[in-house]
């Protein structure tokens, strides 16, 4: 897959595509994150579904090609990182704000939610209706799954899992399709002991410690305040690392669309990197930040991080 050819020969990649990758900011957003300090990229597939898009018109092969590239870009955004090191400095050195020092890095292939591809709000809900089982799920997931494991990701993100019927279908999913990438589970909680569907934490993240193919267990999209006793719930059930990348304390409204400040609760308004030295000292590994945190974001969470752990003691920053 090239870009486009000017030259008179095939035009290889379709406008279709141009405009996937540029939804999904190119190389940009990913090197923005990596000048912040980022160990893991995130590849922006978390929506992106065959289904969706065979919706909006394009064919199945259109779909599986910007599925695939999702990941391609990702790991391109890393050899232009890594070789950006190379030619900065051997170790450290800022240029323009960037910060280049030369550390693993990895990319995780992101799997959104059912709900996330329904776009109807009810991945923050969980609520799937009585009609969806567990092989429901996992005929909707399989071809994702198998096309992202197929791009070779060094991680496989499960992202946002608002139920245990999902994780259910993941894991078996793994299982059944022999992927042999690492995977990550990551639930969204509406509180301090639940997913968003209501669901028990204890319960979700059992199904997930008991599939082999999963390497770390946590949340993500969850408001910073119930982020410590999650962690510590997690613990309970699972020896596995522990990752958090809540989202910035705002709340979603799936029928307008948009982010709301909670009215009257004040913690959100805390700072989201006051939370990091809690969540570390709670037992979490692996820290980052989901919808409405910024590169500035990690910038902070790698600064308040910084000479206490590295990733040698297996702490790393997701984007
Ligand atoms: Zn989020």
Known sequence: MGFENNNGGKVETSSFMRDFIDKCGGYAVHLDYLDAGANIIITASYQATIEGFEAKGYSREEAESALRRSVQVACEARQIYKDRCTKYSSHFITNNNATYIKRPILVAA??????????????????????????????????????????????????????????????????????????????????E????????????????????????????CTAPKYVQTLIASISKVTTKPVLVYPNSGETYDGESKQWEKSSGVGEEEEDFVSYISKWRDAGASLFGGCCRTTPYTIRSITKALSGKCSVADNRCYIE
Request: hydrophobic content about 40%; charged content about 25%; glycine content about 10%.
């Open 110 to 191: 992101s799997v959104g939610s059912y709900g996330a591809y329904l776009a109807d709000g009810s991945e923050y809900r969980g609520d799937y209706g009585e009609q969806v089982t567990v092989d429901t799920l996992k005929d909707f997931h399989r071809g994702r799954l198998r096309i992202l494991a197929d791009s070779a990701p060094d991680l496989i993100a499960f992202e946002t899992i608002p139920n245990k019927l999902e994780a259910m279908a993941y894991a078996e999913l793994l299982e059944e399709e022999g992927i042999e990438i690492p995977a990550w589970f990551s639930f969204s909680c509406k509180d």
């Open 193 to 220: 002991g639940s997913v968003v569907s209501g669901d028990s934490i204890l319960e979700c993240a059992s199904i997930a410690d008991t599939c082999k193919k999963v390497a770390a267990i946590g949340v993500n």
